[in-house]
C-alpha cells in the first residue's frame, strides 16, 4: 500500500523542492504564560522550520499551520534524508503556490504536538519525569499564542498571510481575530468556525480507544509498553474520516488483498482493511497517545463563534481586517461545505473581502494535503494579489 | 440519555402491542447441515418469536429479520416484564403497519447472533466447551437457509413477503433469490446489495477494537472478563455510522452535559461523548463481542451480485419473482440511496414489480427503526396490495 501513502511524491520532487531545511527551536520562558484553562506554563518550546527569505521590509512572511498529526516539516528535505519530503511540498516551494523565491514562510509544530514542541511527551522543567497528563489541556487560542511569540521573536510583524487546513484552518482563522492587526489575508482550507457533534463523536471515540488500551496506563506509558493498540485502532477511525465513500469506492472497492476468493476467515482480505492497518502500524511510529489525547481535544473545544462572539459567528469576525480566500471540498463530510459557508457568510456580514470555491473532489477530507491544480492556482493568484496590494507598503 | 434510547416507546405503546411473547426455540439436527465456508454444523438452534395467527390456507407469512445487533423480539412484551417492547413494535401489531390482525408474522435470531440462536457464545454439542472462536465464519446464507428450515418446521411454503433494515433487508433480498418460488413480496429497507469499502472499513476497525482488548483473549472470554471496554468503543463506532451529521446537530450539536462553562478535562462534558458512553455501556450487557466479530464479518462478505450473478446485479436477481417495495433514507450515508437505486435498477431490467421510494429524513440509517408514518402507510399498503393479489389464489 506504499503507493497510496507516497502519492504526493514523485522523483521530481526533489528537483522542485525547496531543498534542505533544519528544524529550529524557538524557547519561551515566561513565568506569566496562562493558558486558556488557567494553568500556566513557564517553559515552552516550539520548533519550527522556514522557506525562503524574508525581505528587507519583512512584508513577505507567511504562516503556514499544520494539522493534527503534521509537523514544522512542511516542504523540503532533511539533511542527509532521504526520507519523503515536507508534508506540504507540493504547494511550498520555489515557484510553486506558495513560492518560496517570494515568500518567506514559517511553519511551526503545535503547542501539545510530539515533533519538538512542548507537549505531554515532554519533560517537566526540573527534568524528573514527563508531563504525560499532567500536561494542561491546550487550545487554538494556546497555540496562536505560542506562534505570535514565535512571531515577535523573529521580529516580524505583519503577516501576508494566515493558511492551514483542518485544524491549521482554525488557527488561520484565530489569527485574523486575534491579531486582527498583523494578518493581511487567511486561507482557511477543509475547516470550521467549530467542532460539529459527528466530529467530537469520532474524536471522543478515538479518545475512548486509547484509553482502553491498558498499556495507556492513565497516560504513564513508556517506549517499552506504548498504548499502540489503542492509538492504532484511533487512527483508523480518523483515517476513515479523512476519505470519502467515493474515493474508497474508487480505491478499494470490494478488491481482496491476494486476489484470490474469500477465505472465510478473520485476516483482513479487502485491501480497505489491510490499508487501514498500515495506517494504523505506521502511525504509532511517529506519533505520542497523549499528543493525539490533547490535540483533539482542543480541535473539539473550538468555537470560534462562542469565544469571539458569545455564540454569534458575524461578531466573531469583527474585528478582523484581513482578506480571505476560503475553500471547501465536495467530498469533505468531516468539514462539508456548508460550514465554509457559514464562514463565508460571516465575514461578508462583515463586509469584509472574501473570496470563496468548492473544489468539486472525491477525495474527501484529505483533498487539501493531496496535490490539485485548482487549489494551487487559486493560492498562487490569491496570494500574489494580496501581496501586489501591500509591498509598495511603508 | 435514556430519553433519546427510548424514544419510540410511549405509554400507549402497551395498549396498542401485540401483547405477550414467548420466545420459542426451534433445533435442527443435521449431520450434513455444510455452511458456505465449507464447515459443518450439525446442531444448531434458532429462537424466534411469532406474532399473530396462521390462517388456514397458510398465505399470510411474513418474514420479517433483524439488523446486526437486534433478536428475536421484533414486536410485543414479555410475560412479567415491564422493559420496553419488541425491536419494531411501532411497526408490528394489531391494526399497524405490519397487521398482526390480518397477518402472520415470523421474527428468529439470526445464526451466528447471542440472543437465543446458535452463535460463537453456544456451548459445543458436547457440552465441554463454548464455540468461542471456533465457530465456523457464518455468511448471510447460511442465516437464510436457518430460516428456511425454521419455515419448513411451520409448514409454511410461502410467505406473503419477506421485510428488514440493514443486514435485514439483505436476508429480505437474499430469500427472493434463494427460494424464488416461496417469496411473493420483498420489502428491503436501509441496505444494499453489497458492501461498500466505506462500510467494511468502519466493520473492521470495529472488530479491530474488540480484537485489541486484551480481556477478548483470542475469543476466550468468560463472563468474569470479558472484552467491554473493545465491545464498547466498537458499538459507539457503529453508532456513529448509525446517525447523521444532521441529527446530532440536531440532537446534540455543541451542547455541554452539566451546561455549565467547558471544564478543560477529559472527561465527557459534550452531551454527544456522554450519549456515545452510555450507548457503548449499554451496549455490552447485553451483546456477545465474538457474535458482534462473525456478524459484521457475515455483512462484508455479503455481495449478492457475485454471488448470484458473477458480478453481475442483473443476473442476481434473474430468478427472482416477487414483487418488490425498495426504500432508502436521505440521511443514510452507511448505505446511501445509491444503493438502493442500484438494487431498483437491477430488479427493473428483470422486469420485476419494483416500487421505490426514498423517504426525506435527518435521521440517518437508523431512521428505518423509529417511527414514521410515512413507512407505515407505504408498508400497509404495500402489504394489502400482495396480500389482496393472492388471498384467492388456492
Request: aromatic share 12%; with cysteine.
Amino acid at each position: 500500500m506504499e503507493a497510496v501513502c507516497n502519492q504526493n511524491f514523485n522523483n521530481s520532487d526533489m528537483e522542485s523542492s525547496y531543498g534542505i531545511v533544519e528544524k529550529q527551536f524557538f524557547h519561551i520562558k515566561d513565568e506569566n504564560f496562562t493558558l486558556q484553562c488557567g494553568e500556566k506554563l513557564e517553559y515552552i518550546t516550539i520548533a519550527y522550520e522556514t522557506f525562503g527569505t524574508l525581505n528587507k521590509k519583512k512584508n513577505n512572511a507567511i504562516l503556514v499551520f499544520h494539522a493534527l498529526t503534521g509537523d514544522s516539516h512542511a516542504a523540503g528535505f532533511y539533511k542527509d534524508s532521504d526520507e519523503k519530503p515536507g508534508w506540504w511540498n507540493i504547494v511550498i516551494g520555489p515557484g510553486k503556490a506558495i513560492d518560496t523565491d517570494k515568500y518567506f514562510v514559517i511553519c511551526s509544530n503545535i503547542l501539545g504536538g510530539c515533533m519538538g514542541s512542548t507537549g505531554p511527551s515532554s519533560t517537566l522543567p526540573d527534568k524528573t519525569t514527563h508531563y504525560n497528563m499532567k500536561f494542561p489541556v491546550i487550545t487554538v487560542t494556546d497555540m496562536v499564542r505560542c506562534q505570535k511569540r514565535l512571531m515577535d521573536h523573529l521580529n516580524i510583524k505583519q503577516l501576508l498571510s494566515t493558511i492551514g487546513g483542518s485544524l491549521g484552518g482554525m488557527q488561520a482563522m484565530e489569527w485574523s481575530v486575534r491579531y486582527p492587526d498583523m494578518v493581511k489575508s487567511v486561507i482557511p482550507l477543509a475547516t470550521t468556525m467549530k467542532h460539529s457533534a459527528l466530529s467530537i463523536a469520532f474524536n471522543e471515540v478515538a479518545r475512548h480507544a486509547i484509553k482502553s488500551d491498558p498499556k495507556w496506563n492513565n497516560g504513564n506509558y513508556n517506549d517499552e509498553s506504548k498504548p499502540d493498540t489503542g492509538l492504532s485502532v484511533a487512527r483508523m477511525i480518523g483515517h476513515i474520516t479523512y476519505l470519502s465513500d467515493e474515493s474508497m469506492r474508487e480505491k478499494f472497492g470490494r478488491k481482496l488483498q491476494n486476489k484470490k476468493d474469500i477465505s472465510f476467515t478473520f485476516d483482513s482480505q479487502f485491501q480497505v482493511e489491510s490499508y487501514l492497518k498500515y495506517q494504523g502500524e505506521k502511525f504509532v511510529e511517529r506519533f505520542d497517545a497523549n499528543s493525539f489525547l490533547y490535540i483533539t481535544k482542543a480541535t473539539d473545544y473550538f468555537d470560534l463563534e462562542m469565544q469571539y462572539g458569545n455564540g454569534s459567528s458575524v461578531k466573531a469576525f469583527s474585528k478582523a481586517k484581513a482578506k480571505f480566500l476560503v475553500v471547501s471540498y465536495s467530498s469533505d463530510w468531516l468539514y462539508p461545505t456548508y460550514e465554509s459557508k457559514a464562514i463565508v457568510k460571516a465575514l461578508k456580514k462583515n463586509r469584509l473581502d472574501v473570496s470563496f470555491c468548492e473544489i468539486e473532489s472525491t477525495l474527501g477530507h484529505d483533498a487539501f494535503l493531496l496535490y490539485d491544480n485548482r487549489l494551487n492556482k487559486m493560492l498562487k493568484g490569491f496570494l500574489s494579489s494580496v501581496y501586489n496590494g501591500i509591498k509598495n507598503e511603508i
